[in-house]
């Protein structure tokens, strides 16, 4: 058993939540716990699904497990199990935590422009006609 891996209590509460197998014969060579072990692993280190060591099985029977109980809801309803079992059991603190400084505004948000008399400033005077508009003006009038 490496240092990640289900402990015989954990397993204990896991085991009876996982779906039963369908298939009669041969028994399988890697056991569900080496499996789920390899799962586990797998999440908890982030390596590529080809990298998982040898101890847990195979790696295309490990994601194939994986992948078959995403697909059909298993992860889901064990979630929601073990989280029941430890609500029972009163483990689970319901409070609520909203921290306001990761809310992000989209980035169209920023910087809008405002409507025609929204601004409570009021915008500085036209500037003075140049000198030479000036000089245009009188020219034109004489």
Same mark, same amino acid.
């Given at each position: 058993?490496?240092?990640?891996?289900?402990? #015989?209590?954990?397993?204990?509460?896991?085991?009876?939540?996982? =779906?039963?197998?369908k298939?009669?014969?041969?028994? =399988?060579?890697?056991?569900?716990? @080496?499996?789920?072990?390899? %799962?586990? /692993?797998?999440?908890?280190?982030? %390596?590529?699904?080809? #990298? %998982?060591?040898?101890? &847990?099985? =195979?790696?295309?029977?490990? &994601?194939?497990?994986f992948?078959?109980? @995403?697909?059909?809801?298993?992860w @889901?309803? %064990? /979630? !929601?199990?073990?989280?029941? @079992?430890?609500? !029972?059991?009163?483990?689970?603190?319901?409070?609520?935590?909203i921290?306001?400084?990761?809310?992000?505004?989209?980035?169209?948000a920023?910087?809008?422009?405002?409507?025609?008399?929204t601004?409570?400033?009021?915008?500085?005077?036209?500037?003075p006609?140049?000198?030479?508009t000036?000089?245009? #003006?009188?020219?034109?009038?004489?």
């Open positions: 058993m490496a240092c990640g891996d289900l402990t #015989d209590g954990q397993w204990a509460v896991l085991e009876p939540l996982l =779906p039963k197998g298939k009669t014969g041969r028994p =399988p060579r890697w056991t569900r716990r @080496q499996l789920v072990d390899g %799962i586990r /692993f797998r999440v908890r280190t982030g %390596i590529p699904w080809r #990298d %998982i060591p040898d101890e &847990y099985g =195979p790696w295309s029977r490990v &994601y194939d497990l992948r078959r109980w @995403q697909r059909d809801g298993t @889901q309803r %064990i /979630f !929601a199990a073990l989280q029941a @079992q430890a609500d !029972a059991k009163d483990l689970i603190a319901w409070d609520i935590n921290d306001s400084t990761v809310c992000r505004a989209h980035q169209h920023a910087g809008a422009r405002k409507k025609k008399g601004c409570k400033r009021s915008r500085p005077a036209a500037s006609p140049s000198r030479t000036m000089d245009s #003006d009188a020219r034109a009038a004489a």
